[in-house]
């Protein structure tokens, strides 16, 4: 199954800015934008936000979503050591009629 | 506040089928529209999509694993079901449940899972 396309890793220092992004095509990401989530160690993943740039409730300000033709991108400014963990995109694939995930980015803050 | 509950052996031969339920409590399985969604995840791997099934018993499957896939659900019991055939070693992952939810836009739907279960470890092994 077609998957979407992520860098496997992004380090950056403490209180900087990670741009994390995710390659897909024109059936998934440049059709709908992607979500994104997030996953610590142990533990079941978190909605970060959802169609580029709509956030639930609770989630940080300090993150956005956006989308530029068949990539999506998310940016975490002022990074903090909570925020070292696994990153995936997804989108739901209309060519496929199949839910896809992108091959996921870690986070590490310096 | 929905939430999740995976539950179901943690151990299943080679060969044989996975039996995996999620019970949904906090809300109606059939409020609002709703899929409801099986994830799986290798350990130290990525996450990948099983399959999502609606209330009215819909229901779509990842194309590499259709053939061995059945999902159903239980509105009596507010609970849906994942049933995976003929496993082998490779099939040995943590199993998440899901809700699957749209956004509507334009002239498309997004689609986001925004309510995850904590998940259950399945080996398979003999």
């Known amino acids: 199954q077609a998957g979407l396309t992520q860098p496997p890793s992004v380090s950056k220092g403490l209180r900087q800015t990670a741009t994390l992004t995710c390659t897909g095509n024109?059936?998934?990401?440049?059709?709908?934008?992607a979500a994104w989530l997030q996953q610590h160690q142990g533990h079941p993943p978190k909605l970060l936000s959802y169609?580029?740039?709509n956030r639930p409730s609770g989630i940080s300000e300090r993150l956005s979503a956006s989308r530029s033709g068949n990539t999506a991108s998310l940016t975490i400014t002022g990074l903090q050591p909570e925020d070292e963990a696994d990153y995936y995109c997804s989108a739901w694939d209309s060519s496929l009629s199949a839910y896809v995930f992108g091959t996921g980015t870690k986070v590490t803050v310096l | 506040q929905v939430q999740l509950q995976e539950s179901g052996p943690g151990l299943v031969k080679p060969s044989q089928t996975l039996s995996l339920t999620c019970t949904v409590s906090g809300g109606s399985i059939s409020s609002g529209s709703y899929y409801w969604s099986w994830i799986r995840q290798p350990a130290g791997k990525g996450l990948e999509w099983i399959g999502r099934i609606y209330t009215s018993g819909s229901t779509n499957y990842n194309p590499s694993l259709k053939s061995r896939v059945t999902m159903s659900v239980d509105t009596s019991k507010n609970q849906f079901s994942l049933k995976l055939s003929s496993v082998t070693a490779a099939d040995t992952a943590v199993y998440y449940c899901a809700r699957l939810r749209a956004h509507y836009g334009g002239n498309s739907r997004a689609y986001y899972m925004d309510v995850w279960g904590k998940g259950t470890t399945v080996t398979v092994s003999s």
């Open positions: 169609r580029n740039n």
């Open positions: 024109s059936n998934n990401v440049g059709n709908q934008g």
